[in-house]
């Protein structure tokens, strides 16, 4: 039987990224077929190269270019795609070709601090200065409309008074590693 093949989009650090590679390392059923980056110097592209998977740059112009991407997807049998730290806008092509096949990781419960620029470090700026008691990260299908798309799974951490952004980016993170690959999983074999 074919593996289901997803593509992993990703902007920075891409520890994300990394832990869905390892995840689905000897997976019988799934396999990352690329890592895809809109940023040359991407710590990313280097630890998926590391690991023996396919990394590939391309400009933010291209990236920009729906057919383009549509176009690479198609070529490389590509199932799912999946958005680990992914910072530029999804063109609408491609939103419409993989329509509920492609997955996003964001760092706070959606629709709570969504939308254009809140990401990484921002989202967290902006809910400790709100004083929220709580935070966590949604798993969500993409859509045309910013963190819009409909909800697959959200996992909260406890937030206390003295909690710094670093603070909370760890505790973020800790549930980014814990749960975001079984989740995918889950959802691509559903
Ligand atoms: C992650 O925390 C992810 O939730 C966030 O970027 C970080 C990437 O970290 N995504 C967004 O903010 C999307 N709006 P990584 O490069 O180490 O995986």
């Not at 730290?85 to 419960?109: A, C, D, W």
């Not at 969504?114 to 989202?123: D, F, I, L």
Request: glycine share 6%; charged share 20%.
């Amino acid at each position: 039987m074919n593996k289901i093949r997803i593509a992993i989009f990703a902007s920075g650090t891409g520890s994300n990224a990394v832990n869905l590679i390892r995840f689905f390392e000897n997976d019988p059923a799934v396999e990352v077929a690329f890592v895809l980056s809109n940023k040359e110097d991407a710590k990313v592209l280097k630890s998926s190269k590391d690991m023996g998977v396919t990394a590939l740059h391309f400009s933010n112009q291209q990236v920009a270019d729906g057919t383009f991407l549509v176009d690479l997807c198609t070529k490389n049998s590509i199932d799912w795609i999946v958005l680990a730290g992914y910072l530029r806008l999804i063109p609408s092509e491609l939103i419409q070709t993989f329509k509920q096949k492609m997955v996003n990781l964001h760092p706070s419960l959606l629709p709570m601090y969504g939308g254009e620029g809140m990401h990484g470090r921002n989202v967290h700026s902006a809910v400790l200065k709100n004083k929220e008691n709580k935070s966590g990260i949604t798993i969500h299908f993409v859509n045309e409309e910013f963190d819009k798309g409909e909800v697959i799974a959200q996992f909260h951490c406890a937030l206390s008074p003295q909690d710094t952004i670093d603070d909370l980016e760890r505790k973020i993170k800790y549930l980014e590693q814990t749960y975001f690959p079984t989740v995918v999983r889950g959802v691509i074999l559903s």
